[in-house]
């Protein structure tokens, strides 16, 4: 394979100044591409990646917003006028205990991760290469694996798994192909808005990496390969497919989230 495969191309990155989409924005850059369209609503987040190539270019825009959608369809235009590779990968993870759900988080997690790649796929499409385009979503082993307490950040990644499944043959007659990585415990940000202190995060992902076959947990390098992999012009013939990144978790059965600051029981009662 070509080692610049995204020579010339136009990617979006949706939530790239952090965590797995950052790693994943700045693999594209290295890969060739032209410019890498990284979205997200901390400006000072997407200047620190903007700081590190200059095939980077920021945008800072809400995926919930019909606006924010906009506003990285007119960067794609100005910057190549096209789309090659459309990454889904902002999303917030909240807890909603079924007894308790917060449905206000619930909105947020439907709004964020669902809405925004419905909204940004619709206002892009006419952007997006056809044929060659690619689609890659980052949706999450809870979207097949069930995780108490997280039903609803649940629901909306096997809503990502159904949207990549649906796409992927809505519209391979155009030649645009959907795939999607599914990642278990990957260390981010995106853990620190449920109430636990860093050091509480860091002692549960001990506890993940002892669970796991294959003896630790992610790190955003073990997912933004696959998204390139999928993206790569090469493996043209790669549709509708959800990659599972977790080193073996799905091997094990599914157990009380150790993550939970809830302490309800989960288990049945029969
Ligand atoms: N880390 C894991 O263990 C794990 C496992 C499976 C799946 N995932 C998925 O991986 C994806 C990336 O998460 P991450 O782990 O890399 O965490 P992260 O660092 O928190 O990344 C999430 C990104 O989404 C952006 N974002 C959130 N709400 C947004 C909005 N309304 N509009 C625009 N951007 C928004 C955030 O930027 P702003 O806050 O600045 O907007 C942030 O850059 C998510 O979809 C997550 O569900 C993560």
């Given at each position: 394979m070509s080692e610049k495969p995204f020579a010339g191309q136009t990617v979006v990155v949706t939530g790239g100044g952090t965590g797995i989409g950052r790693a994943t924005a700045l693999a594209f850059a290295d890969a060739g591409a032209a410019h890498v369209i990284v979205t997200g609503r901390r400006q000072s987040r997407l200047d620190q990646i903007a700081a590190l190539s200059p095939a980077i270019v920021k945008v800072q825009a809400d995926v919930r917003t019909e606006e924010g959608a906009e506003q990285v369809a007119q960067a794609a235009q100005k910057h190549g006028g096209k789309v090659d590779v459309l990454v889904h990968n902002a999303g917030i993870y909240r807890q909603t205990p079924v007894?308790?759900?917060?449905i206000q988080l619930a909105r947020d997690m439907v709004e964020t991760n669902i809405i925004g790649p419905v909204l940004l796929t619709k206002v892009l499409l006419p952007l997006?290469?056809?044929?060659?385009g690619s689609i890659v979503f980052v949706s999450s082993v809870a979207g097949h694996n069930p995780e108490p307490y997280a039903a609803m950040y649940a629901v909306t990644k096997a809503g990502a798994h159904s949207l990549t499944l649906t796409w992927a043959k809505e519209l391979a007659n155009r030649g645009i192909r959907v795939n999607a990585v599914a990642p278990s415990a990957v260390r981010t940000e995106v853990y620190d808005a449920n109430g636990l202190t860093p050091d509480q995060i860091d002692g549960i992902f001990k506890m993940f990496a002892s669970n796991n076959p294959l003896g630790r947990t992610g790190v955003v390098e073990d997912v933004a390969p696959w998204i390139l992999h999928f993206a790569?012009?090469?493996?043209?013939?790669?549709?509708g497919q959800i990659l599972t990144i977790d080193g073996g978790f799905d091997l094990t059965s599914s157990s009380d989230?150790?993550?939970?600051p809830y302490t309800g029981p989960s288990e049945a009662a029969w």
């Open positions: 007894g308790e759900a917060d997006i290469t056809a044929p060659g790569n012009p090469a493996n043209s013939w790669v549709t989230s150790p993550y939970s």
